[in-house]
């Protein structure tokens, strides 16, 4: 199969960057590894973790599309009550983390909506689910990629101008021979005030597999997982508490801090602020990541309300999955202690009134396209990340290091972003690292390899760093490098050229920002504060 532009990955990033090249007229193959395109919005199953302005500017035209099918589906299909149909903002869940909390599903069917088109067309073509499994170079450039059927030996292989690595974790940078970094560098290497002393390559974040829940009555309680004695006993040293309970860390302060967890409170969904300058949103777990409010819904269409766990007692860091002979087992022991989690909640989790377990709760693996209730794929925070032409450290968008200075203005900027450096606890022992940030660009630098010509990171696997990563993973941030990695790639091929040219040559590189600019992607903040 031949193609202009591959992206591998059909995640948010990957969707992005597919949309990008096709509305610039090019041919695009996509490929995706999981039963739905969305990545962490749809199969990882993790609601939009965005900054405080996003309603109002902070985000590109076609994410705000996405945002704006998202709760016109809702007004469309769902028996909403009119109050709440009528709410310009309109949060599905009324989640605290989020000011757009919904089920991965209508995510699910707004991007295929976006795509549909194109595939119409057949300028765009999707294999899925596929993975990758080898790459073919010549000199600095990939010629083709590989991919083989998820449940069997039937591979592709795709040969195109630009290669798009969407993957959530850069599987194609070790396929490619691209350089790459994982992990912690050292301090020496980036001069951040929150690296270590030496570099820690295999000490990533945790990765998690989210579910949801309800709770109805009767007891919904099923069997107890093998591995639930070791969970239930698990405690990390810098806890305070049994992993299994509802105290933990607080992210940005360390202080051991305890959680509630009250099912379906009887509040008004119209009423919930959510603003991550103002809290975390995790003080009560069950709203914290809501995704279906029920009283946002006329009276008996929804028996409960809708709760998303992705909480501080399902991140698994006992060890890496990335570059590790024994990555499956660690996958597996993720899955494991995410079920855990939920029988514990059934049966032993405190309750306000004294009592032990909620055997009510039911898993909605129906919401989440799965047979076993938890999400098709694991949340993973932390990538394989290109050693690029320009790779963003902690000191240029820390609000202790840059103050009120705001961060690095990159003059080669392809887009913004905004959210604390937020790092979960990793597979070296390390606790929470969340630091307050900058509302940052994102320099085309952090896009392009330092070596390889044709290969561009279109999700998580960008030239940041560590701390940075932190920042840079969150939901329109990957969105906004996927975007502006298609429409590079499609420049190029316009212009017959290479993204380092583009860099390298301010006559290009004015043109293709302008490009940018006229598909809605913004290059600047207005005068705003981090948090």
């Known amino acids: 199969m031949h193609t202009e532009v591959l992206v591998v990955g059909g995640g948010l990033g990957g969707v992005a960057a597919a949309l990008a090249a096709?509305?610039?007229?090019?041919?695009?193959?996509?490929?995706?590894?999981?039963?739905?395109?969305?990545g962490q919005l749809t199969s990882q199953a993790v609601p939009p973790d965005e900054h405080s302005w996003v309603e109002q500017f902070g985000v590109t035209a076609s994410y705000r599309a996405l945002r704006d099918g998202i709760r016109e589906y809702y007004r469309r299909h769902y028996p909403l009550t009119a109050a709440s149909r009528a709410t310009p903002q309109f949060n599905p869940g009324a989640g605290y983390v989020s000011k757009l909390c919904h089920e991965p599903r209508v995510a699910?069917?707004?991007l295929e909506a976006m795509l549909a088109p194109y595939r119409a067309s057949r300028r765009l073509r999707v294999l899925q689910p596929y993975r990758p499994v080898a790459a073919e170079t010549d000199g600095d450039r990939v010629t083709a990629v590989t991919v083989q059927h998820r449940e069997s030996d039937e591979q592709v292989t795709v040969t195109a101008t630009y290669i798009l690595d969407a993957t959530e974790t850069g599987e194609l940078l070790p396929l490619t021979g691209t350089e790459y970094v994982t992990g912690f560098e050292s301090q020496a290497e980036t001069g951040e005030p929150s690296a270590p002393?030496?570099?820690?390559?295999?000490?990533?974040?945790?990765?998690?597999?989210?579910?949801?829940?309800?709770h109805v009555d009767g007891d919904q309680v099923g069997d107890k997982p093998a591995n639930y004695a070791f969970w239930r006993n698990y405690q990390p040293s810098f806890w305070g508490d049994r992993l299994l309970s509802w105290t933990a860390p607080n992210p940005r302060t360390l202080e051991t801090s305890r959680r509630s967890f009250t099912p379906n409170p009887d509040d008004d969904p119209l009423a919930v602020v959510a603003d991550q300058r103002l809290t975390g949103g995790d003080t009560n777990?069950?709203?914290f990541r809501r995704i279906a409010a029920r009283r946002h819904?006329?009276?008996?269409?929804?028996?409960?309300?809708?709760?998303l766990v992705n909480w501080p007692m399902i991140d698994y860091f006992e060890g890496p999955v990335i570059d590790v002979p024994d990555a499956s087992k660690h996958l597996a022991a993720a899955r494991e202690l995410?079920?855990?989690?939920?029988?514990?909640?059934?049966?032993?989790?405190?309750?306000?009134?004294?009592?032990?377990?909620?055997?009510?709760?039911?898993?909605r693996g129906d919401l989440l396209g799965s047979a076993d209730g938890l999400a098709q794929a694991p949340y993973i925070r932390e990538s394989r990340r290109i050693k690029a032409e320009y790779t963003v450290v902690e000191q240029d968008l820390s609000v202790a290091v840059r103050g009120d200075r705001g961060a690095v203005e990159y003059d080669d900027t392809v887009g913004i972003g905004m959210y604390r450096i937020d790092l979960h606890p990793s597979t070296g022992g390390d606790n929470y690292i969340d630091v307050a940030s900058s509302?940052?660009?994102i320099p085309l630098g952090a896009l392009i390899p330092?070596?390889?010509?044709n290969l561009l990171p279109a999700n998580k696997n960008l030239g940041t760093t560590h701390i940075t990563n932190g920042c840079y993973r969150l939901h329109p941030v990957e969105w906004n490098i996927g975007e502006s990695a298609g429409a590079l790639a499609a420049f190029c091929l316009d212009r017959s050229t290479t993204p380092r040219a583009v860099r390298n040559t301010p006559a290009l590189l004015a043109e293709y920002q302008s490009r940018l600019v006229a598909e809605g992607v913004e290059l600047s903040w207005p005068e705003v504060s981090g948090y």
């Open 439 to 441: 509302p940052f660009r």
């Open 338 to 363: 995410s079920q855990s989690v939920f029988y514990w909640l059934q049966t032993e989790a405190p309750r306000p009134d004294g009592g032990s377990g909620f055997p009510g709760l039911r898993l």
């Open 297 to 307: 819904f006329v009276p008996g269409a929804y028996e409960s309300d809708i709760c």
């Open 108 to 110: 699910l069917a707004v």
């Open 197 to 214: 002393a030496e570099a820690q390559p295999m000490n990533m974040q945790a990765v998690s597999y989210c579910f949801a829940v309800d």
């Open 450 to 453: 330092q070596r390889v010509e």
């Open 285 to 287: 777990l069950w709203t």
């Open 22 to 38: 096709l509305r610039a007229g090019r041919s695009v193959v996509l490929i995706e590894e999981f039963d739905w395109l969305g």
